[in-house]
């Protein structure tokens, strides 16, 4: 059973409908196939690029669909609930749109955004390095000033879409200072010195591709820099914020998608003469497991609000990323349980989920980091404050 | 070229389909309604042939309030504006006192083409186009699975049990599409959001000329005697095969009379 969704708008439930469409018809069935073979599907991209959903959160302006987070994230969600690594892709390529859209000039906007959310490019997002990754502020790929270009050196690991993107947003050092020395690039994949590794031979999410991005003598000119100088390490963390949104999205559709298939096996799977959704038992795995994904959407949504209506967010996204993975991770593992032996088989996806939930737990910030981002908030000043919205 | 696509709302086939116990009409509350399938290859075809040819795409959709989500659907997907032809007093309506209805309202929009689905999968009649060029005095073209428009000629491909017919005539014209005929596209967000500023001109019967007498349940020339719930599918016969699979199988099918 799919969701039970209210929006704000029809056309937010339209959205939601052409979605579904899209999940069921074009998505769905080339999800178990194209995992097991660990191929990237681009052409899947290009079909919800053109029904307009990869530009969803952003101005109309620029070509965006002009979407809150509490209709984007639903969308994420219905996409993720029959293939996980799509939705990733979706989020990352929105993620990768941030710095630009949010940052960068008028005249840089209206040049290169209408391009990347008019769906036929898609992006890559370039912070973590192979000894930074939690850490990104010790990152070492450099961007020395030559005239009017940057030229770049080093290596970027852990690209979602690594060589199959059309522009990255990359992170790279101007200066020695850890924190204000960074400075954010927007390179298009064409670019001489541009290089992607061969791919990560991953647990789970095989379909999405993730390799290191080695930069050699990559020629950067100075207008493709998105913000100041030093200021590279503030975008790619607000980036983050919102970006944390869409994976805590993803791994509620991802647990949705699991529940579906374990209610719907519990149904017709029988032991001691009845169905085993009809053992009390075995019934209640399937309640909370209901709960857990009923909360990280419940958790998800209200991080989105505050964030549409222009409230501070960085804490409950954080709250959204830890909960509704370490919920996915949980009830993923409950549905192969609920298959029993089948549920161990790859001629389930249980087992699939449950590969792709854990990462959920591991990229955008592992689930420590969101727990120190946290804590940091818990003794700040300012807590318990009243706002009132929709007046 | 002037094109009326004419879409029904239906009740999701996915789900269980009710008659409503008081008037055995069907009960379209109790259900999700969409856009009857080949209505969306019928759509399509108009759009295909107004990039072709340029003019204008109508929808026209009888039915209640709840149908607007049809029309929606339909202009997300591309067409330019949309009929409503809704008034309690269609209510229960047979394929004859429906043809009159929407014929009236046709006669109303104006067209140089109709196009409808061969069939709906509610009430499955397929009897609408016919009907519909009979009232509208224009050739029926049905189920066609390629259209050809070439100036005020049109040319179908009508499907037929060994092949198919090659049927033309000159339009105006009344076709029915079956769902060989093309690839109903995805309407995309940016249709979902220009649907909102298309007219949908909602239209009474008196609006379009039609007679209060001739329509509605009590008009209907046939009347829902009697309903039952459909009977639970039967467990399947498994035949196992020990050499004799063949034999068995085709005994099976002889017992049933399909050979
Ligand atoms: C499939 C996949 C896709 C990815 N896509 C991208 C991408 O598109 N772009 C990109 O930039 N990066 C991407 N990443 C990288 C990802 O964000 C990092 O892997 C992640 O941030 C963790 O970094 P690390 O692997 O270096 O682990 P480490 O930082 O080495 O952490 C190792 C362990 O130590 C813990 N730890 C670290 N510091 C602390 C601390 N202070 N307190 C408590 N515990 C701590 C961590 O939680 C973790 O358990 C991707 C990763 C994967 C697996
Ligand atoms: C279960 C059931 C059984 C019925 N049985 C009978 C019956 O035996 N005899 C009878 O006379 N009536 C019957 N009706 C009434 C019938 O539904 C209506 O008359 C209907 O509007 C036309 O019939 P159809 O849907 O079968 O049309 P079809 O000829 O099967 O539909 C062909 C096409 O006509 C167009 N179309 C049909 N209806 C509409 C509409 N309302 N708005 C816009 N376009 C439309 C669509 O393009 C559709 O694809 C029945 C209805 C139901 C729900």
Redesign the interface.
């Known amino acids: 059973m799919p969701a039970t969704r209210t929006l704000p708008t029809?056309?937010a439930a339209?959205?939601i409908d052409?979605t579904r469409?899209?999940a069921s018809k074009e998505l769905a069935p080339r999800a178990a196939e194209a995992e097991s073979e660990e191929r990237f599907p681009r052409d899947v991209f290009l079909t919800l690029g053109?029904?307009?959903?990869l530009g969803?959160p952003y101005p109309e302006e620029y070509g965006g669909?002009a979407q809150p987070y509490e209709v984007y994230l639903q969308v994420l969600e219905e996409i993720a609930t029959v293939w996980s690594s799509v939705a990733v892709g979706v989020s990352v390529h929105a993620l990768s749109c941030y710095g630009l859209a949010a940052y960068g000039t008028e005249e840089q906007r209206r040049e290169w955004l209408p391009d990347m959310l008019g769906g036929e490019l898609l992006g890559a997002y370039c912070l973590s390095e192979p000894h930074a990754g939690s850490d990104p502020a010790a990152m070492r790929t450099r961007a020395v000033r030559d005239g009017d270009h940057y030229v770049l050196n080093g290596a970027k690991a852990w690209t979602t879409h690594g060589g199959h993107a059309d522009f990255y947003t990359v992170m790279a050092r101007t200066s020695d200072h850890r924190t204000r020395g960074i400075s954010c690039f927007l390179i298009p994949a064409d670019t001489p010195g541009l290089t992607a590794a061969p791919p990560e031979r991953k647990m789970g999410l095989t379909g999405s591709t993730t390799a290191t991005m080695h930069l050699e003598d990559v020629r950067v000119p100075v207008h493709r820099r998105i913000g100041e100088e030093g200021q590279g390490l503030a975008i790619a963390l607000s980036s983050l914020d919102s970006g944390r949104l869409g994976i805590a999205a993803v791994a509620t559709g991802l647990a949705q998608g699991a529940l579906d298939h374990a209610v719907r096996y519990a149904q017709e799977r029988e032991t001691f003469g009845k169905p085993i959704i009809e053992h009390q038992g075995l019934a209640f795995v399937l309640a909370d497991m209901a709960a857990a994904v009923e909360s990280a959407r419940a958790t998800t949504l209200a991080a989105a609000r505050l964030r549409d209506h222009g409230l501070p967010f960085t804490a409950e996204a954080s709250v959204a990323k830890l909960v509704a993975t370490d919920n996915a991770m949980k009830v993923t593992t409950d549905a192969v349980q609920v298959l029993g032996g089948y549920g161990y088989t790859r001629d389930f996806p249980v087992e699939r989920y449950m590969r792709e939930a854990k990462v959920m737990q591991i990229f955008e910030g592992t689930n420590q980091i969101q727990r120190m981002v946290i804590s940091r908030t818990l003794t700040r000043p300012g807590r318990g404050g009243i706002t009132v919205v929709g007046e | 070229m002037n094109i009326v696509v004419c879409v029904k709302q239906v009740p999701d086939t996915a789900t269980e389909r009710k008659l409503r116990p008081d008037d055995k009409t069907l009960d379209r509350d109790a259900v999700d309604g969409v856009v009857n399938e080949l209505d969306e290859y019928a759509v399509e075809e108009a759009l295909r042939l107004k990039e072709a040819h340029g003019g204008e795409v109508t929808v026209l959709t009888m039915g209640p309030a709840k149908a607007t989500e049809t029309i929606r659907k339909a202009l997300a997907m591309g067409a330019d504006k949309a009929v409503h032809l809704s008034d309690d007093a269609l209510h229960g309506s047979d394929a004859l006192s429906t043809s009159y209805a929407m014929a009236q309202a046709l006669k109303k929009i104006g067209f140089d083409l109709v196009i409808l689905g061969s069939e709906s999968t509610d009430a499955r009649t397929g009897v609408l186009a016919a009907m519909l060029a009979e009232r509208l005095g224009a050739p029926q073209l049905t189920l066609a699975r390629k259209v050809e428009v070439n100036g005020s000629a049109i040319a179908i491909e009508r499907i037929t049990d060994y092949g198919y017919d090659k049927v033309e005539a000159t339009l105006p014209a009344v076709v029915s599409v079956v769902e060989k005929i093309n690839e109903p596209r995805y309407p995309s967000f940016k249709g979902i959001m220009a649907a909102k500023k298309k007219p949908v001109e909602a239209l009474g019967i008196a609006d379009a000329s039609v007679d209060a007498s001739a329509v509605g349940l009590a008009a209907a020339y046939s009347e829902v005697a009697e309903f039952a719930a459909a009977p639970p599918r039967a467990a399947g016969t498994i035949v196992k095969d020990e050499g004799d699979g063949g034999v068995k199988a085709a005994d099976f099918l002889a017992s049933k009379k399909f050979i």
């Open positions: 029809r056309e339209d959205l052409l469409a899209l053109r029904a307009g959903l969803l669909g």
